[in-house]
């Protein structure tokens, strides 16, 4: 049988061709020991058999305390720049990565909330749906470290249990001498085996581990791929995607959505495709709940 991915724009740059697990920053936190991809992945990736994988994305989510230097992060990861200049982030702003993970393309899209306890119910609205939940705080800083249990508590509020891969980062390791940055270490280790997260350090600015921690978020969110769409025989969702060209609204959302937005919402219902559309829709489109688009490309 033919596979059914389509080649969709440009090849990738080689440093998001993905062929081996890379190492965790710590064994005392890791979620994800093996050092290659499950036999079975391996396999359905050389027959290409994974179904509509290719044309989808993950969803990861970032959240913590304003200024720990999530957008920082993000944006080093997605662009290798950083500004040292502070703008909050108003309400939530998104970047789409693509990979190539074991031969079949792969896209990451990564959603930075704000920090600011003014915008939470607006960026609350876009945890839904999330295969990674990152959850940050800054290493020089920690008090917030202590606010990350809230922030994971709300964000997995939002999904279902047992669905998301947990990362804790501290961030802005630059700023600590090794020694204070080991101790701060030891209480974060531990607060991350709480929450059952992997644990990284990490530095915007340097660029140290954001690389290797940027590569583990993408396996994860591909491994996380929701399982039952995965299975579910929908005809031609890009196709789907393509035709619609409006936007329905998430329920969620703190706007309410339009008409011809909630008869699109229905339609798409009733059809057992998407359930919810993220409001602004992501320059690719893109569902919060199943991930469906094809237009990111
Ligand atoms: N030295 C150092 N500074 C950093 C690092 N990461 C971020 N910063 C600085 O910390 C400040 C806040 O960074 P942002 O990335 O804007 O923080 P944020 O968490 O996105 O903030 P909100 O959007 O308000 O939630 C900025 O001035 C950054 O330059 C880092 O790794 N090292």
Known sequence: MRSSL????????????????????????????????HGQVSIACQRRSTGTVGLRLSK??????????????????????FDRNYKATIGVDFEIERFEVAGIPYSLQIWDTAGQEKFKCIASAYYRGAQVIITTFDLTDLQTLDHTRQWLEDALQENEPGTCFLFLVGTKKDLLSGVACEQ????????ANEMEAE??????????????????????GWKHQPQPHRNRKVPNPVSTCRLIGVTARSLRAPCKPSRTALQLHRLL???RQC???AWPRPPGGGCTECLHGGWWF
């Open 60 to 81: 990861v989510v970032v959240v913590g305390d304003l200024y720990v230097g999530k957008t920082s992060l993000i944006r080093r990861f997605c662009r290798n720049v």
């Open 275 to 277: 359930v919810s559309w």
């Open 184 to 191: 701060a270490e030891v209480e974060a280790v531990r607060l």
């Open 199 to 220: 644990y990284w350090s990490v530095s915007a600015k340097t660029g140290e581990w954001v690389r290797a921690w940027g590569r583990l978020w993408q396996e994860c």
């Open 269 to 271: 219902a009733a059809q």
């Open 6 to 37: 389509v080649p969709l724009g440009p090849p990738v740059s080689q440093d998001r061709v993905i062929t081996s697990f890379p190492k965790c920053y710590t064994p005392a936190a890791c979620l994800q020991l093996r050092e290659h991809f």
